[in-house]
């Protein structure tokens, strides 16, 4: 289902892409510039159904297994817990980028083919969103290991959706100077990197003419904006992000080791 739905979704957006290159009144790059906004909206949306995606697949990666009673079947033969809980997460980590990947270049792909616009970093955005549900994934996996599978993809997904308004909060505050809030809502994001990720998606999508006519005009009121990004993340970030995930991993092993069968 989730896959005839996003099929679905890029053939509308395909469709709405070419009705409006075919149809608006404007000079081509007005046009380009309106169709990669577009795209990153569209990339806005399929972030959050691949949070979804991630937390409801990583949820029951291990409560179902130990409700039912086939975490006890398992583990009576030589295999640890922790090959089990890591065997689970490549796995599903391996499920949602190859879904991540696939889906973001064929909506690239389709916008380009309708419009003649595509993104200067391509690979780079789907890499950024892929990063994203692996995140979500993790952490789902942690809360698995001590929450029944519907609360830990609920916990999830909320989480998600705070660290996205955390990042928006951010960009507010740098541009009212609350350096309060903007502490706050940066530390958030050290905290669940999602939305620093999100900036990266963003940055591969913005075409440079958009990031150029941004730093001649207001740069603090461009930045507010969570939808645009003038630069990636910086390599700490990235390299935070990835810490992030194995430290969450060794987390949630401990926790499942701890964990009474």
């Given amino acids: 289902m989730l896959l005839i739905l996003t099929l679905v979704s890029v053939g509308l957006t395909g469709w709405g892409v070419e009705r409006l290159v075919a149809l608006a009144r404007a000079e081509e790059l007005e046009i380009r510039i309106a169709v990669s906004q577009i795209l990153i909206l569209v990339a806005f949306m399929f972030s959050f159904v691949l949070a979804m995606t991630a937390a409801f697949l990583g949820a029951p990666a291990i409560a ?21 809980l890591i065997g689970r997460w490549i796995g599903l980590a391996g499920v949602v980028v190859a ?28 890499a950024y969103l892929s990063a994203e549900a692996v995140v979500v994934l993790t ?18 997904v909320v989480v998600f959706g705070l660290a996205w308004m955390a990042g928006v909060f951010a960009g507010i505050g740098t541009y009212f100077d609350a350096d ?29 003419v958009v990031i150029l006519a941004a730093a001649g005009r ?7 904006n969570p939808f645009f990004a003038a630069a990636p993340p910086p390599l700490e970030f990235v390299a935070w992000s990835v810490a992030w995930v194995g430290l969450v991993l060794v987390a949630a092993i401990r926790s499942f080791a701890r964990r009474d069968l």
Avoid: K, M, N
């Fill in 99 to 126: 879904y991540a990947v696939a889906s973001g270049l064929l909506e690239i792909a389709v916008v380009r083919l309708v419009s003649g616009h595509a993104p200067p970093e391509p690979l780079l955005a789907v």
């Fill in 218 to 224: 207001l740069v603090a009121a461009s930045e507010a």
């Fill in 64 to 84: 179902s297994d130990l409700e039912s009673g086939v975490a006890q079947a398992i583990l009576v033969r030589p295999i640890r817990r922790a090959d089990l």
């Fill in 139 to 156: 952490l789902a996996i942690l809360l698995s290991t001590r929450l029944p599978a519907i609360a830990a993809g609920a916990v999830c």
């Fill in 180 to 208: 309060a809030l903007v502490a706050v809502a940066e530390a958030s994001r050290w905290l669940f990197p999602t939305d620093g990720l999100w900036r990266g998606t963003v940055f591969g999508l913005e075409p440079p």
